[in-house]
């Protein structure tokens, strides 16, 4: 065996616990990196599982081309390498989320971006793990070393995957935590540039401490400036002026203001524009409100910015109105910014009303109270995990929670830009066993809207339904015979394939149905 150069070699006390502490540290970076690029990527995208799919698999592939690589270094330039590497890895993770972003903004290569980002920085973590541990293993036998090296990644990677959503995503938001994971590396690559500066050639340690003060006032500066570059950044997203932004545990919360126009959008998707939100919210609710036999107990799923709580209030026989919301933050906001108040008469403060911020298929499952009304706003179902409450199963227990003569709704896309999937909705609603009810209406903002209506206890009149609120903006009993005609170009295709929890088919028929538009 080849004798190490010195340069190869881990002298001191301490010089292999700080080694192991590098690849700890540097473990947790790449997670966080490929945490970053994935949720990055869906919040421009969508479709969270075909990211992070793609994410992993090229992560771990280009991990092993990095390994493979590693053999291309010598006995002598390891430590060198090593440290060039992080600094290096700090350089590309750090910069990922601001180049993601500018991509997306200003270029039409937004995925080929993604990959070289996931590609490069999974080459350079494959390229660090062979060389530490042919640095520590002068320092004990291979399997010693090994164990400890991968035990340590491993932890690493664990350490940060629960620190990614729990802590900083939440406290520092995907651009800032992009440039901290790219800080925490140069320092870890300046850390072994110091422990081991003596065993370094004189002109390369120069250049390395050269790179790594180009890379920490790169990442620095830039940290300093990321709020109004992150506010430029967003507010090219956008059409009108931010008044609001917010990254929660779930999901970036985004209010827009034009005149008299408010916007609510949740990871860059419209939910509600002020100007038109009573056709959507009136349509919504109302119908479902007047084919009940009762209403004095309601549930709403989602809707957590108060507007559909504020329609099923104005029926002056509800009781009590649970509202199930996933996000915190979202019924947080409606309660106290006075944009939104005004908007939803100040529902979501009012006595009546009880506000549990869990999952609604959970709530579903642990729920023993019966409603009149089960009223679904949720969002698009445009990925899988967004599916599970538009499954056979998620209305089947919807029906299990109605009161006799109870009714559930739900918003169902558009029936005109996402036809196949509208239909699939009113096709995995009638497999639960209900009787369904489609109907549909203009709503500008959005286009034209549809909603599907299941009951229960066999056919109901619905010709001259008959709503118990007055003073209705938009909807009439003439209108909502109108609402259920359906023209040739938004009538049900021949095949409708359901939405079952094993078999999500219905967010991939949303994806393809809005690709074509």
């Known amino acids: 065996m080849v004798e190490p150069t010195p340069a190869a070699q881990v002298h001191g006390r301490w010089g292999p616990a700080v080694l192991l502490a590098a690849i700890f540290t540097a473990a947790a970076c790449a997670i966080i990196y490929e945490l970053l690029i994935s949720s990055t990527s869906a919040y421009f995208l969508g479709d969270s599982v075909q990211q992070f799919s793609v994410t992993i698999g090229l992560f771990l592939a280009s991990m092993g081309l990095g390994s493979w690589l590693s053999r291309a270094v010598d006995d002598e330039g390891l430590l060198e390498r090593f440290i060039a590497f992080e600094l290096w890895l700090a350089a590309v993770g750090g910069a990922s989320v601001p180049v993601l972003y500018v991509a997306y903004l200003y270029t039409?290569?937004?995925?080929?971006a993604m990959v070289l980002l996931i590609v490069a920085v999974g080459a350079l973590v494959g390229l660090e793990l062979p060389?530490?541990?042919?640095?520590?293993?002068?320092l004990g036998d291979l399997r010693t070393v090994l164990s400890n090296v991968l035990f340590l990644d491993y932890l690493g990677s664990l350490v940060a995957a629960l620190l990614f959503p729990y802590l900083l995503l939440p406290l520092l938001g995907s651009f800032n935590t992009s440039l901290v994971a790219g800080l925490l590396n140069v320092g870890v690559g300046l850390v072994l540039l110091g422990?081991?500066?003596?065993?370094?050639?004189?002109?390369r340690r120069q250049r390395l401490l050269g790179l790594g003060i180009v890379i920490v006032c790169g990442l620095g500066l830039t940290l300093i400036a990321a709020g109004p570059v992150r506010e430029r950044l967003e507010s090219a997203l956008y059409a009108d002026r931010i008044v609001y932004s917010e990254r929660s545990k779930h999901q970036q919360i985004v209010l827009t203001q034009w005149q008299d126009d408010v916007r609510l959008y949740l990871d860059g998707h419209l939910q509600f524009a002020s100007v038109?939100?009573?056709?959507?919210?009136?349509?919504?609710v109302h119908p479902a409100m007047a084919l009940a036999h009762t209403r004095q107990?309601?549930?709403v799923i989602g809707g957590g910015d108060g507007l559909t709580v504020s329609q099923v209030l104005r029926h002056g026989d509800v009781e009590s109105v649970d509202l199930v919301d996933l996000d915190p933050a979202i019924t947080d906001l409606a309660r106290r910014d006075l944009r939104l108040t005004r908007l939803n008469d100040n529902a979501l403060s009012r006595p009546k009303v009880h506000i549990f911020a869990e999952d609604g298929f959970a709530f579903l499952q642990r729920a023993h109270e019966a409603y009149g009304v089960i009223i679904f706003d949720l969002p698009d179902p445009r990925d899988e995990a967004l599916c599970k409450l538009y499954s056979v199963e998620g209305y089947r227990l919807a029906a299990r929670h109605l009161s006799p003569g109870g009714v559930v709704v739900t918003q169902a896309s558009s029936p005109y830009f996402a036809r196949t999937a509208f239909w699939s909705i009113a096709a995995t609603m009638a497999e639960s066993g209900l009787h369904v009810l489609p109907y549909h209406t203009l709503v500008p903002s959005f286009g034209e809207w549809g909603f599907v209506a299941g009951y229960a206890g066999g056919e109901r009149e619905v010709a001259e339904l008959t709503f118990a609120v007055d003073d209705l903006r938009f909807m009439t009993t003439e209108l909502f015979r109108h609402m259920q005609i359906f023209p040739a170009d938004m009538s049900r295709p021949a095949e409708v394939v359901v939405n079952r929890l094993d078999r999500p088919v219905l967010a991939r028929q949303y994806r393809q149905d809005w690709s074509r538009w």
Do not use: I, N
């Not at 060389?131 to 002068?138: D, F, G, H, K, Y």
């Not at 038109?276 to 919504?284: A, F, I």
């Open 108 to 112: 039409d290569h937004f995925r080929y």
């Open 297 to 299: 107990r309601v549930l």
């Open 131 to 138: 060389l530490l541990t042919r640095m520590l293993q002068r």
């Open 276 to 284: 038109d939100e009573y056709r959507y919210h009136e349509s919504l």
């Open 195 to 203: 422990g081991f500066w003596s065993q370094l050639p004189p002109g």
